[in-house]
């Protein structure tokens, strides 16, 4: 008998965003009970662990690439912060850097992070290298990609268009106007995204609840003294120089019109021996625009003779 052929048929055999990520989730208690997700592949026991941080609006789907690449013979921990990827996302949480370090920090204590290299982008670098100051003990190397650990020097118009009264968070929320836009703003290598990376990384923010985490992101960016983030990025940026006695190693993309070339000169100030791997042709989305890139340069800097998993 022939098969009938329909579009049912045709959808079933599309690949879904979580073929890509097929990882196994955990999640750990945070305050009054909420569930944050996160990842935790490869051996327990293995020498050494990757504790990769997203930023805003991405989650831990973002990190696909290196956690698949390392898995084999390293420990890889993916978090997904409050209000992201697939934890819980609750409406009245105070979503501010310095609870989304604590939580960082809790999840660190809690599964026994040791030797570890620490990979972070975007507002995941001030949460990560915040957590990395109070846990110097625990982190040996970084891999720091596109962010910034210091009070903003300047707000790029596309995001400063977002922080406009009522009609900026209504679009976050109910237009999807700042993950939507991130998924074509963000690149600069690729002519458009793969529809299966698309589809994975929009897939936690399918309304305007799912959003508020987004939003309240873009809200906590300080351009003021008077903001209460302000004084912990400026706290921050004033103990990164306990840290550059690690191997620190900078993967930027170098056409990102968010965090510049210019953020990565300013993090150099407090890491002068910092090393550079600088993509001329990749944008904000690092993880999307040059996977291959960023997994050879972190193995690299475990000093892996090859790219693990091979």
């Not at 915040?130 to 846990?135: I, T, Y």
């Not at 993950?179 to 589809?199: C, E, G, S, W």
């Not at 003021?224 to 190693?249: A, D, Q």
């Not at 056409?255 to 600088?278: H, V, Y």
Request: proline share 6%; charged share 25%; aromatic share 12%.
């Amino acid at each position: 008998m022939t098969q009938a052929f329909s579009a049912d048929n045709i959808a079933m055999k599309q690949p879904s965003w979580r073929d890509v990520y097929p990882f196994e989730s955990h999640w750990i208690e945070v305050d009054k009970g909420l569930r944050q997700h996160y990842i935790d592949e490869g051996p327990r026991d293995a020498e050494q662990t990757i504790v990769a941080v997203h930023g805003n609006p991405t989650w831990s789907f973002f990190y696909r690439s290196i956690v698949d690449a390392f898995r084999k013979s390293v420990r890889v921990i993916a978090i997904d912060h409050l209000g992201c990827g697939l934890s819980d996302k609750p409406q009245a949480y105070d979503y501010c850097l310095s609870n989304h370090t604590a939580n960082l920090l809790n999840l660190i204590d809690r599964v026994h992070v040791r030797n570890a290299t620490l990979v972070v982008h975007d507002w995941g670098g001030a949460i990560g290298l915040g957590a990395a100051v109070q846990r110097q003990d625990i982190f040996e190397r970084f891999l720091v990609m596109n962010t910034g650990a210091f009070p903003p020097p300047y707000l790029p118009r596309r995001i400063a268009a977002c922080r406009w009264p009522w009609i900026g968070s209504f679009a976050v929320r109910y237009w999807n106007a700042f993950a939507q836009a991130a998924t074509f703003m963000a690149i600069d290598r690729l002519p458009r995204m793969n529809p299966v990376a698309k589809a994975g990384l929009l897939a936690p923010y399918d309304t305007p609840t799912h959003r508020i985490a987004i939003d309240r992101f873009v809200q906590d960016i300080p351009m003021t003294r008077s903001h209460k983030t302000y004084g912990v990025l400026e706290s921050l940026e004033k103990r990164l120089p306990e840290l550059s006695c690690k191997h620190i190693h900078f993967v930027w993309g170098m056409k990102d019109w968010c965090f510049r070339p210019e953020c990565m000169d300013r993090l150099s100030k407090s890491w002068p021996d910092a090393t550079r791997c600088e993509l001329a042709d990749v944008g904000h989305y690092v993880m999307e625009d040059s996977p291959e890139e960023v997994v050879r340069e972190l193995a690299w800097l475990l000093k892996l003779p090859v790219k693990a998993g091979e």
